[in-house]
């Protein structure tokens, strides 16, 4: 006689349900079994205006009744996703601002606009220094130390190919006349303003700002973080002294930081650099910056570079004809000239 009966054979496992399955411990319990996310439907919307070592610190309900900045770290499921200062993200967890809560940014929201810049121009690697500004404002000394125009023309390369509207201060005004130097951007009809190291034009600024997230950029020395504590009082970002023997500046501000104007708007302090790489850089959106030109550029052959060796420039052509001002060009290639061409 068989030890099963024949039910059994019908329904060997019948005496099992689910209920009996025994499940092992996952041996690496710190990853997820799935790559199904949470929608995070409650998460509330902030904009981070400073980055830490890991932590963000972020603004909910800007301009709102309920306005308060909040402490919080990037959640799992961004991966290799950058946080920067401007972004608007989402966040769940403890969210009410109280010390010693944080939260987790579990989603970055599309950017309106990213500066970046490359560590040279061979590097095709983009550095992502702040998102969702739409105005830069470009601060450069009359003297000590002695104006860049090539770092200057890097300046406005990458403001134009973020989208980014480029004004420029002259600092220490007092120590040296400035129009040479401004007379390289005549044709860019750059919003230029001065100002002297005992009288900045704090008022003017403050109303041209209002409104707008400005993000400042500057060579080391300049006078960037003092310009930025006299539009934000309070500010307290750090400054330093030039160099007398090299004429460099030394780096002050470690960070970039968002700071509320009273006017309204923000101004996006960042820290100073001696070169701005480009190999990121679409040339294309350079020439878009002279709608002129751009037009005309729509006749050129494929691939032309509008350099002085390009051959059948219709933008040079132009130009001999006397359609468009030598001048004009010129400033074009110069900052075309940045990326290396």
Same mark, same amino acid.
């Given at each position: ?107 970055? %929201? *599309? !950017?309106?606009?990213?500066? $970046?810049?490359? #560590?040279?121009?061979?590097?095709? /690697? ?5 998102? =969702? ?72 600024? %403050? *109303? !041209?700002?209002?409104?707008? $997230?400005?993000? #400042?950029?500057?060579?080391?020395? /300049? ?5 930025? =504590? ?88 132009? /130009? ?22």
């Amino acid at each position: 006689m068989s030890w099963w009966s024949d039910d059994d054979v019908d329904e060997p496992y019948g005496e099992y349900d689910e209920s009996a399955v025994r499940s092992r411990p996952n041996p690496k319990g710190n990853r997820p079994r799935t790559k199904i996310r949470p929608e995070h439907a409650n998460a509330q919307e902030g904009r981070v205006i400073t980055v830490d070592r890991g932590r963000y610190g972020v603004v909910i309900d800007e301009g709102g009744a309920d306005e308060r900045t909040v402490t919080a770290a990037r959640a799992r499921e961004l991966g290799k996703k950058a946080i920067v200062t401007g972004d608007v993200v989402d966040l769940v967890g403890d969210t009410s601002g109280e010390p010693g809560s944080l939260a987790r940014a579990v989603r970055v %929201r *599309e !950017r309106e606009t990213l500066l $970046r810049r490359s #560590a040279d121009d061979t590097d095709e /690697v983009e550095r992502v220094i702040v998102a =969702n500004a739409d105005q830069m404002l470009i601060v450069v000394a009359a003297a000590n130390p002695e104006p860049r125009q090539r770092l200057v023309d890097r300046y406005l390369v990458a403001a134009f190919d973020a989208g980014i509207r480029p004004l420029v201060v002259v600092t220490k005004t007092d120590l040296a006349d400035p129009a040479e130097f401004l007379s390289n951007f005549s044709d860019l009809d750059l919003e230029v303003y001065l100002s002297r190291q005992d009288d900045p034009p704090v008022d003017e600024l %403050r *109303e !041209r700002l209002a409104g707008h $997230r400005t993000v #400042a950029v500057g060579h080391s020395g /300049v006078g960037k973080s003092t310009l930025v =504590n006299a539009l934000v009082p309070g500010a307290d970002r750090a400054t330093g002294r030039v160099n007398e023997v090299t004429g460099r500046g030394r780096h002050t501000s470690s960070s970039t930081v968002s700071l509320r104007l009273p006017t309204g708007g923000w101004i996006i302090d960042t820290p100073g650099v001696r070169s701005f790489g480009l190999g990121h850089v679409d040339r294309g959106n350079v020439l878009r910056a002279f709608t002129d030109l751009a037009a005309i550029a729509e006749g050129c052959p494929r691939g032309c570079t509008h350099m002085p060796d390009s051959p059948d420039c219709a933008i040079e052509e132009a /130009v001999e004809r006397g359609e468009i001002a030598r001048h004009r060009l010129d400033s074009a290639q110069r900052l075309l000239a940045a990326l290396g061409a």
